[in-house]
């Protein structure tokens, strides 16, 4: 089945993200509407889509008639029907919170084309709950970016419960005539791919502080210097916003059970309001232009096989739940949080085995759940790695 032509583009949301896609799909060459509930949050939106041609521009990236062109394909409306009464696709950006996100679907669907898709930019909310509010489930999916949406080259595409194969196809090809790689999420899940590794690698590198088992620039220090990750986990935590990631970490532990209930130290730093960079301190200081002072020599064996062993088991849940493979969990993961390889990889080239073992012997001094092995990953370990033992390196 060939998919389907794609010419117009409304964008739901004119904050960060949105101006983010909404600028992406005009320097493709569609036509965009981008639509907020305040004239102001639109403008203010259409301003920073301005900003970011003019700096494409200036740095040589695209001409300057590009930037221009793509700048007069985008309409700012705060009129919802003028928005989307004549779009092939919607993508809804707006905050990350299913009752705003439900309402939204509700008002657009009276004006919606009977034909046009609906993808939500969420992060890591149920694309099926999200589907099930509208009169269309089967052309309803995640379309996930990445931010800045300018740059970032991964899109996840997210099925839902009732997603039909011709919507993800035809999503799967919008994402590639923008520039991007989509990556298919074959099932609903909680945080999709990369929020599912990267969010309970983050708690872990909390508990391990909890614990007293290593400090916070022990952990960065692995996870930089030892691991190869682009940043510390607690430097990456306070970028992302300490509030944000106990969020997605809440709904991971309603959905998926008591294995992801955040740690100790980050539930103390949302209580106290030390969210990040946002807040001026969060796991680090960001007054006075201090930030992240990461040693490069204060890693250990200990918390970088802690850390590599909490990956591989997400991994070895997300292949048995039949979310994903290793080869896409490791492409996403390297197009969308910059690992050096795919934590699939990683772990095999550390090896199962000993990652196997590690969480045993965590599991039965503590009996915290998130040490409990998962099957996906007994199974890899089993048959010599997730890429298995003759993989061609």
């Known amino acids: 089945m060939e998919p389907e032509e794609i010419e117009t583009l409304a964008v739901l949301g004119a904050g960060s993200m949105g101006h983010g896609i909404a600028e992406v799909a005009a320097l493709a060459g569609y036509e965009v509407t981008l639509r907020d509930i305040e004239r102001e949050f639109v403008e203010d939106g259409y301003e920073q889509i301005v900003w970011s041609l003019e700096k494409l521009a200036d740095g040589g990236r695209i001409e300057e008639a590009e930037a221009e062109a793509a700048q007069d394909r985008i309409t700012p409306l705060v009129d919802l029907e003028a928005a989307v009464e004549g779009a092939d696709v ?8 299913m009752d705003v996100k439900k309402e939204v679907y509700t008002e657009v669907e009276e004006y919606l084309p ?11 909310l149920s694309i099926t709950e999200l589907s099930e509010v509208t009169d269309r489930p089967g052309r309803f999916c995640g379309m996930h970016f990445f931010n800045p949406p300018v740059r ?13 194969e011709a919507t993800l196809e035809t999503v799967e090809a919008f994402a590639e005539s923008l520039g991007k790689t989509p990556v298919r999420v074959r099932k609903d899940s909680p945080g999709f791919i990369v ?5 309970p690698l983050m708690n872990e590198a909390s508990y391990l502080v909890s614990d007293d088992e290593a400090t916070v620039e022990a952990v960065d220090s692995t996870a930089k ?17 300490n509030d944000v990631n106990h969020s997605v970490l809440e709904y991971m532990h309603e959905v998926l059970g008591e294995a992801y209930e955040p740690a100790p130290l ?13 807040t001026g301190t969060g796991f680090y200081e960001y007054e006075d232009g201090q930030g992240a002072e990461i040693p490069a020599d204060a890693g250990s064996d200990g918390v970088e096989r802690r850390l590599l062993a909490a990956m591989a088991n997400e991994v070895g849940k997300l292949v048995a739940d ?6 896409d969990i490791d492409r996403a993961m390297l197009l969308g949080a910059g690992f050096p390889e795919g934590p699939a990889r990683m772990a095999d080239d550390h090896g199962l085995v000993d990652l196997v073992d590690l969480l045993e012997e965590q599991y039965e001094a503590t009996g915290h759940p998130r040490f409990e092995v998962g099957e996906g990953l007994r199974e890899a370990a089993d048959r010599g790695g997730f890429h298995g033992t003759d993989d061609g390196r």
């Open 90 to 97: 919607v993508v809804e950006a707006v905050p990350e919170r």
């Open 114 to 124: 009977e034909g046009a898709i609906v993808a939500s930019n969420t992060s890591s």
């Open 152 to 164: 970032m080259e991964l899109v996840e595409v997210i099925s839902g419960a009732h997603t039909e």
């Open 195 to 199: 929020n599912r590794v990267l969010v």
């Open 225 to 241: 210097f030892d691991v190869g990750l682009p940043m510390g986990l607690f430097e990456l935590a306070d970028l992302t916003g």
């Open 266 to 278: 980050l539930e103390a730093k949302v209580e106290n309001g030390e969210l990040g960079k946002k």
């Open 322 to 327: 039949d979310v994903s493979t290793p080869d």
